[in-house]
């Protein structure tokens, strides 16, 4: 019958429930937000299944599946696999490569096959005779060898 200003039915003992707010990551000091978080995107969709790191020394023969990336070690050898190949800025490949396809950062000498393309990217110095349906090389490359396209490429013509 008198207000109090109080309730007094079962819902006063129960308290609100909150939901938790995300705090923001902390932001690095020495690069602008952008830089930041670009790298975080690049790494979450072309992770490696393997990787030979920097410091490393591989001699002999490799098979993969999925993709390798030789960061800055040195790969001495024969690579024969069905995906792809990755050599970062600080890796040095002697070897003989049969790929699905391979990306070139570094340095690399001998022979480069793939089914699908090889790309080379600057800073990139190859000494390689390269076979692909495809070669993609950015200004600033260093390249030294042959060329042979064939494959795919050559079923996209028009017959006569």
Do not use: N, W, Y
Not at 57 to 81: P, V
Not at 99 to 116: D, M, Q
Not at 136 to 152: A, D, I, L, N
Request: glycine fraction near 10%; charged fraction near 20%.
């Amino acid at each position: 019958m008198f207000r109090t200003g109080h309730r007094t039915d079962h819902l006063s003992a129960v308290e609100p429930v909150t939901q938790p707010i995300p705090s923001p990551e902390p932001e690095s000091e020495d690069a602008p937000p952008d830089e930041v978080a670009a790298p975080v995107a690049r790494q979450a969709t072309s992770q490696p299944d393997a990787a030979i790191g920097h410091g490393v020394t591989f001699e002999g023969t490799l098979r993969f599946s999925g993709t390798m990336r030789l960061d800055g070690g040195t790969f001495s050898g024969k690579i024969t696999a069905g995906d792809r190949l990755v050599v970062g800025d600080r890796a040095t490949l002697q070897a003989d490569v049969v790929c699905g396809s391979i990306e070139v950062h570094g340095e690399a000498h001998g022979s480069l096959t793939a089914r699908e393309r090889v790309a080379l990217h600057a800073p990139a110095r190859v000494t390689a005779d390269v076979t692909a349906p495809s070669l993609v090389v950015e200004q600033g490359v260093f390249f030294e060898g042959t060329v042979q396209m064939h494959g795919p490429a050559k079923a996209a013509r028009a017959p006569r």
